[in-house]
């Protein structure tokens, strides 16, 4: 049986968590939300996060900046971006940080738990791959 894949969910619009959080739990994921960049930080040095939803726009820290962290710290770790100031320019300049990928708001749950989903097949193929 396979493990639970760890998320970690940041967004500074408590309701983004709110909405995500039990229909992901309800996928089998255990799910950590933050409404704040340096909490969810701290979180990640304590503990290894299997994919982080992270918005881009936030007050204290950027979501760019999160994930140039998280790329530093845990590579293998995927970065799903999401922001309701989508552009071309900012979608391509996450992707080029190592973003697995980049949804823009108003999103609906099936598109985000669709881009979870194929991020958890990204990890258990180079989980495979490793092991070969």
């Given at each position: 049986?396979?493990?639970?894949?760890?998320?970690?969910?940041?967004?500074?619009?408590?309701?983004?968590?709110?909405?995500?959080?039990?229909?992901?739990?309800?996928?089998?994921?255990?799910?950590?939300?933050?409404?704040?960049?340096?909490?969810?930080?701290?979180?990640?040095?304590?503990?290894?996060?299997?994919?982080?939803?992270?918005?881009?726009?936030?007050?204290?820290?950027?979501?760019?900046?999160?994930?140039?962290?998280?790329?530093?710290?845990?590579?293998?770790?995927?970065v799903?971006?999401?922001?309701?100031?989508?552009?071309?320019?900012?979608?391509?300049?996450?992707?080029?940080?190592?973003?697995?990928?980049?949804?823009?708001?108003?999103?609906?749950i099936?598109?985000?738990?669709?881009?979870?989903?194929?991020?958890?097949?990204?990890?258990?193929?180079e989980?495979?791959?490793?092991?070969?």
């Open positions: 049986m396979r493990r639970r894949l760890e998320i970690l969910i940041l967004d500074d619009e408590p309701l983004v968590g709110q909405r995500l959080k039990p229909a992901l739990e309800k996928e089998h994921y255990n799910v950590e939300i933050f409404v704040e960049p340096k909490g969810a930080l701290a979180r990640m040095r304590e503990k290894k996060f299997d994919i982080v939803v992270t918005d881009i726009r936030m007050e204290e820290l950027d979501g760019l900046q999160v994930l140039e962290n998280v790329r530093a710290n845990s590579p293998e770790t995927k799903i971006m999401i922001t309701g100031y989508a552009s071309i320019e900012t979608a391509r300049e996450a992707v080029t940080k190592g973003a697995f990928d980049f949804i823009a708001k108003p999103f609906r099936g598109t985000i738990r669709d881009v979870i989903m194929k991020a958890a097949r990204a990890l258990e193929d989980l495979a791959g490793s092991e070969l």
